[in-house]
Every structure is written in C-alpha cells, then in structure tokens.
C-alpha cells in the first residue's frame, strides 16, 4: 500500500530564510509519481510539481528545489529565500502505476513565514 | 486560463438530507476526481471518472455516494443521507489524461459541506 509522510507538522521561518519541506514515500510498486501541491489560506490546491520514479534528477524553479533520493525514498522540497506568499500548507503525494488513478496525499506541512 | 469551478461554495445541510455538489471540469479534460479534506486534516481520494464509468474508488466511497457526469460539462457528487463525519471540504480536479501520463490534476477550489 502506498503510504506518505510528512513529519513537519509546522514550520515557521523568518521571511529570506531557506526552508526544507520533507516527504517520505512507501510504495511497492518500482514505477511511481511523486508530486508537491500547495493549499494557500484561500484553500485551493495549486500543482506545483511532478516527478517519476526514474528521474532522480534534481529541479529547480526559481526559489523552489526539489531533492529525489530513491534510496531513502525521500523528495523533499527546498524554498530558497522564502517570502510571505510562500505561507502556505504543502501537500507531498505519491501516485503509483497504471492502473492506479488516486493520489495519495501526506498530511501536510503548515509553512508560516515571518515578515 | 482554463480552471475548474466548484459550486456552491459553501453549503450547509442538515444530516440525513441529500446533497448533490457541482464541478465543471476543464472543457477538453477527459479524466474526473472527487477528493476531500476534513477539517486540518489530509486531502483524501473518493472517486476517479472516465468515459463515464468509475474508474477507481475508495473505501470512503460507500453506496451513500454517487457521481454522474449528466450532460457532458457538469460532473456531480451527490451524496444521498449525509452524516456529521461528512462534514469537509469536498475538492473536484480534472486532467487532460491519466495523472501517470500528464502529470497534473487541475483542482477546483472546493465546496465546504457542514452538517449539522
């Protein structure tokens, strides 16, 4: 069973900080999708990122980075310089193979940036 | 730019009633999601559409649950005898293909049900 999990319930950082959001993944299928959306107060969820399991190559976008490491079934995410608009909860999510059409969403992170 | 509306916004009901909520779908989208979100808590899956069957669905999705997409735009979930634990923020999302081959759901902003 496909499994996320976000331990950092809150996170609060002075605005120009670094901040590193984690997500970790358990799935047992070798083909998978990884994702990153992002819920600000307005409560939409906005997409943000996607990553298949065979590319464990880093992005970056702007402010935002990710970091994929299949060995510790981790993608974490990176917002370099945060600003007050990047308060926010962030939602990491796995999807696995064909056939399986539901995101599976961690419990989320509730980033505060201090002004 | 295209983007998937959720009506109403808000709806408060008492339990036991019905409630049908509506999603209009990105126009060219061919795949169709219900999640919800209990108060602070995860976005968790309900049901996937295509071709207008289900496609997937979860526990959560019991037979008070229903989705109809009835005239090729709108794309409903009704739920049939609503129950306090219903009380959430019910999300729709299309996509133009399956999420493993276009990677992105397009969430609408969702409709808070409240039971009382």
């Known amino acids: 069973a496909q499994k996320v999990t976000q331990a950092q319930t809150e996170i609060s950082v002075v605005e120009k900080e670094d901040v590193t959001l984690d997500c970790v993944y358990e799935?047992?299928?070798?083909?998978?999708?990884l994702f990153w959306y992002k819920q600000p107060p307005s409560g939409e969820l906005v997409f943000l990122i996607r990553?298949?399991?065979?590319?464990?190559q880093n992005e970056i976008s702007g402010r935002y980075s990710w970091n994929f490491q299949k060995s510790t079934s981790s993608f974490n995410f990176t917002i370099t310089a945060s600003q007050v608009v990047d308060s926010a909860v962030y939602f990491c999510a796995l999807s696995e193979n064909f056939g399986n059409e539901k995101l599976t969403f961690g419990t989320g992170t509730r980033l505060t940036i201090i002004p | 730019e295209p983007e998937v509306t959720q009506t109403p916004s808000h709806q408060v009901t008492q339990m036991g009633q019905e409630v049908i909520l509506r999603c209009v779908p990105i126009?060219?989208?061919?795949?169709f999601y219900w999640y919800r979100q209990i108060l602070g808590q995860k976005v968790e899956f309900l049901v996937s559409f295509y071709n207008n069957e289900i496609s997937e669905k979860s526990e959560i999705f019991d037979d008070q649950f229903s989705v109809e997409r009835p005239d090729g735009s709108n794309f409903t979930l009704k739920i049939r005898s609503t129950k306090l634990e219903d009380s959430a923020m019910y999300f729709c999302?299309?996509?133009?293909?399956?999420?493993?081959?276009?990677?992105?759901?397009?969430f609408g902003e969702g409709s808070r049900l409240t039971v009382l």
């Open positions: 999302a299309s996509s133009v293909g399956q999420i493993i081959n276009t990677g992105e759901l397009f």
């Open positions: 990553r298949n399991s065979f590319d464990e």
């Open positions: 799935t047992r299928d070798t083909t998978y999708y």
């Open positions: 126009s060219n989208h061919l795949y």
